[in-house]
């Protein structure tokens, strides 16, 4: 039963281009939302997260979109680098709940230079 | 701030052996998480615990496998009669539960399970 999906295992970007990284969720009960990045050989690391009151939140490169009633967000990379190569986690949980971090599957971005 | 330790980094074991893996999270975290990370798969829940107390445990979390935590610092996973089905990255994550919407999990580096 996967909850988060992720349906993209992977895409390529030319160097300072825009990243378009989609997620979709089926639990209606997750009120947030987060996205992690991970090199080979390293745990996730946080990138940007943002709460279901909210359709946007920008971090520097980094904005997340939420479209709640398609249960539907993205990550978008605005200028686009080779050092964002990476795994991209699409993660999800009820904050009211158990608190329990339901990760997707993942995206491979390469950016070529 | 030294950061989600784990130890060992990679462990190969022959099928029937009990493993132990430890975790040192950030010291004034007080929820620590284990997950495991198959090959193509994200990281999946295994169970976490506040402070010394082991709040919830996931259906994937067989008899074979138990998770301490006993002074509410570091924690230890084993698992016993290893398998080959048990290959897999296992990751520690901690976090400060101070707010429902703090929801940042610093992660280890994981231990990665070879069961031959």
């Known amino acids: 039963d996967q909850q988060v999906k992720q349906n993209s295992p992977s895409l390529s970007v030319q160097e300072g281009r825009i990243s378009i990284l989609n997620c979709d969720y089926t639990?209606?009960?997750?009120?947030?939302f987060l996205w992690y990045k991970k090199y080979p050989a390293e745990g996730p690391t946080f990138l940007i997260s943002?709460?279901?009151?909210?359709d946007k939140n920008e971090d520097g490169r980094f904005t997340v979109f939420l479209n709640k009633s398609a249960k539907h967000l993205s990550l978008h990379i605005v200028p686009s680098q080779p050092g964002d190569s990476a795994v991209y986690f699409c993660?999800?949980?009820?904050?009211?709940?158990?608190?329990?971090?339901?990760f997707g599957t993942g995206t491979k971005l390469q950016v070529i230079p | 701030d030294t950061g989600v330790s784990q130890n060992p980094r990679h462990k190969i074991t022959k099928r029937g052996q009990n493993v132990t893996f430890r975790c040192d999270p950030i010291?004034?975290?007080?929820?620590l998480y284990w997950y495991r990370q198959t090959l193509g798969q994200g990281p999946e829940f295994l169970t976490y615990?506040?402070?010394?107390?082991?709040?919830?445990k996931s259906r994937l979390l067989s008899d074979r496998f138990s998770a301490e935590r006993p002074k509410g610092s570091f924690s230890t996973l084993e698992i016993q009669r290893t398998e080959q089905g048990d290959s897999a990255m296992y990751l520690c994550?901690?976090?400060?539960?101070?707010?429902?919407?703090?929801?940042?999990?610093?992660f280890g580096s994981g231990t990665q399970l070879s069961v031959l």
């Open positions: 994550a901690s976090r400060l539960w101070d707010s429902p919407t703090n929801e940042k999990l610093f």
């Open positions: 639990n209606s009960m997750f009120d947030y």
């Open positions: 010291s004034e975290h007080n929820r």
């Open positions: 943002i709460s279901s009151i909210k």
């Open positions: 993660a999800a949980l009820n904050s009211g709940g158990y608190q329990k971090v339901t």
């Open positions: 615990f506040q402070n010394e107390a082991q709040l919830e």
